[in-house]
């Protein structure tokens, strides 16, 4: 029954949406449905992550038809690990939502939303099929439309069709390099497509086909130069769903990134490091500048979001064991941070009702307690020693030492200083410095249950965070692990062929 | 505005629709049709009785409401693929009974995956037309 553990990450959090459906009107109900069907979905992850480093890769075959024919689902370390941040992120917001979601929220499907956003997550990490992937991606793109646009605000609007613009032109290359590829393999099963394009020179289309892809996946995961659309509407939505949106969305793209540029373009990635490498540098100094030059604090966030995608990519581009190994803990580091930070920065808004830095102060001495939760992950995303960012960023640069790429460790390092000053700069304008305007302290009152159902989620992120610092070694053990597997495509191939190439 | 021809031709050719419809649902199996054409029939048939009678009587019409039909027909196709996990098979399996059943020559869990397809199709259909019809 190895199998079933593979289906469960999708039949969750899909039964969960449909159960939501039948209880629409009754939003207790709902509330409860959402929280008890993340916490079941994490521990389904968990579950899949101890088979798969207990049995090695594993693969399903739906509806029994066997690969490359039928839709196969594979799950490696890498992809189970993802699917284990997915259920984390889909708990924690999930109680977060409890209480920062609004009545009318509620009312349009607010958490059956959520879970068929989940749904698409899970399904795109554990999908061996590319034209699979296209599916799961357009399930999680509608639901994003729908939670990104809720609630109808005007400038939510404009971002929403900035947002839906960009991803359908992405749908269209993915779509197309989809059908040049079939046209030119005949099989879109992903370990089918890499036995057959590994025993032959890369020449005429599949080059093309890979820069399509790249393209339409570097635009979902904001990639230089295709990253404007996310600062450009993330703001807008409410705090809960932007942290969701920047911990997994763009995730995934950086996850199908690296899983297709592992597999079946390996000849690609080779030669086109150097582009690989150039679109790391300006993802990272465009949303670090971007970042410094906000006087918003959910706008600086977003453009940092931008900035720590160039990190992820970084592995890609070295291709070592420790690059790829560094990229895939620096990816779980970064959801459980950034996460963090938004959700305080949710709570910050919720005190005071704004989010400008001008206009926010000495929050410190009345929430001492919000402005640890701040400063830890703000610490942790710069790359400040014990915290998890830092060893992140450590085997990064080591591995970029060790083959000799030193712009981009300068880049890197330099970028880190800028995300250390923009935001220590936003943690003391929010904390520190006196409140213009108004003389006494006074913020809005929010409610016991609330406020422990805002910090039960951002306390349990920062302390992820914090503990994959301390005791990084496993952790990062496991992410070697993954990188081990991801540089030796044969136990993958063999795992849903079923033979050894 | 009330037309006289379509209130009167609809009262005839609904049942006549519906039929039509769970027509080609069964017979989807083989040939062309299924869950997802079938379910399109019927809601055109209780789309058509809202124009002629307005939103309101359409709804009363349906007797159910069209949120609860796509969840009730998302159940059975998940249920319908969950039936082989009872056997050890993965997700989707296709189950046979090895009775012939008349009509339809077989029954399978593919049919009730189509029942569900079927119902989620007609109550997304009609939740669509009944907002647009009531805006």
């Known amino acids: ?501 | 505005m009330q037309s006289l021809i379509l209130s009167t031709a609809i009262r005839l050719l609904m049942p006549l629709f519906l039929l039509f419809s769970v027509f080609l649902l069964l017979r989807g199996h083989n040939e062309p049709g299924g869950g997802f054409v079938g379910g399109l029939v019927a809601a055109a048939a209780f789309a058509l009785y809202s124009l002629a009678h307005g939103a309101e009587a359409g709804r009363r019409m349906l007797r159910v409401d069209p949120r609860l039909m796509v969840a009730f027909g998302l159940m059975t196709t998940l249920v319908s693929g969950m039936l082989p996990f009872f056997s050890g098979q993965p997700f989707l399996t296709s189950l046979w009974s090895t009775f012939p059943a008349p009509v339809i020559g077989h029954a399978g869990s593919p049919l009730l995956f189509d029942t569900g397809v079927y119902l989620v199709v007609a109550g997304m259909s009609l939740l669509i037309i009944f907002s647009l019809m009531e805006d």
Request: overall charge positive; charged content about 10%; some cysteine.
């Open chain 1, 1 to 501: 029954m190895r199998h079933l553990f593979l289906f469960l990450p999708l039949l969750i959090p899909l039964v969960t949406a449909v159960l939501g459906l039948l209880a629409w009107n009754k939003p207790r109900l709902q509330r409860m449905l959402g929280v008890c069907g993340t916490a079941t979905l994490l521990a389904s992850a968990a579950a899949l992550l101890v088979t798969v480093l207990k049995e090695g890769i594993i693969s399903a075959q739906a509806g029994n038809w066997p690969a490359p024919f039928g839709i196969t689902l594979v799950a490696d370390i890498f992809s189970a690990l993802m699917v284990l941040a997915a259920g984390v992120m889909g708990l924690a917001v999930s109680i977060y939502s409890l209480a920062d979601t609004d009545r009318h929220h509620e009312s349009v499907g607010y958490y059956p939303l959520l879970q068929v956003l989940l749904l698409g997550v899970c399904g795109s990490f554990l999908t061996g099929d590319l034209f699979n992937l296209y599916v799961w991606f357009e399930v999680m793109l509608i639901a994003s439309f729908v939670l990104l646009a809720m609630g109808g605000r005007r400038e939510q609007m404009e971002g929403a069709i900035k947002y839906v613009a960009l991803n359908l032109i992405a749908s269209a290359f993915f779509l197309a390099g989809i059908g040049l590829l079939y046209g030119v393999v005949g099989t879109l099963n992903m370990a089918d497509l890499a036995v057959r394009l590994r025993a032959v020179p890369h020449v005429g289309t599949v080059p093309v086909i890979a820069v399509l892809l790249f393209c339409a996946f570097s635009i979902k995961a904001a990639v230089f130069p295709f990253f404007f659309w996310l600062p450009a509407s993330y703001h807008t939505a409410p705090v809960a769903v932007i942290t969701i949106f920047s911990a997994l969305l763009t995730k995934v793209g950086v996850y199908v990134l690296i899983r297709i540029f592992t597999l079946i373009f390996i000849q690609e990635t080779s030669t086109g490091q150097p582009v690989i490498l150039a679109a790391t540098i300006f993802t990272m100094m465009a949303g670090a500048l971007g970042a410094t030059a906000q006087p918003e604090l959910r706008r600086i966030l977003t453009f940092c979001v931008v900035s720590q995608i160039g990190y992820m990519l970084m592995g890609l581009g070295i291709m070592t064991p420790l690059a790829l190994a560094g990229s895939i803990f620096f990816m779980l580091h970064i959801i459980a941070a950034k996460s963090a930070l938004f959700l305080s920065t949710g709570i910050v808004s919720r005190l005071t009702g704004t989010t400008e830095l001008a206009r926010l102060g000495g929050l410190y001495h009345k929430r001492p307690l919000l402005a640890a939760l701040f400063l830890v992950p703000a610490l942790s995303v710069a790359g400040i020693p014990p915290l998890s960012g830092f060893w992140g960023k450590l085997a990064l640069i080591q591995a970029a030492l060790g083959t000799g790429h030193y712009l981009t460790v300068t880049v890197a390092l330099g970028v880190s200083i800028l995300t250390l000053y923009y935001l220590v700069r936003a943690w003391s304008e929010i904390f520190w410095k006196k409140r213009q305007g108004t003389d006494n302290d006074e913020y809005h009152h929010v409610s016991p249950t609330h406020r422990r159902q805002m910090l039960v989620p951002t306390v349990l992120l920062a302390s992820v965070s914090l503990l994959m610092g301390i005791a990084a070694e496993p952790v990062f053990r496991l992410s070697l692990l993954a990188a081990r597997q991801l540089l030796d495509p044969g136990s993958y191939i063999s795992a849903v062929l079923g033979v050894r190439p």
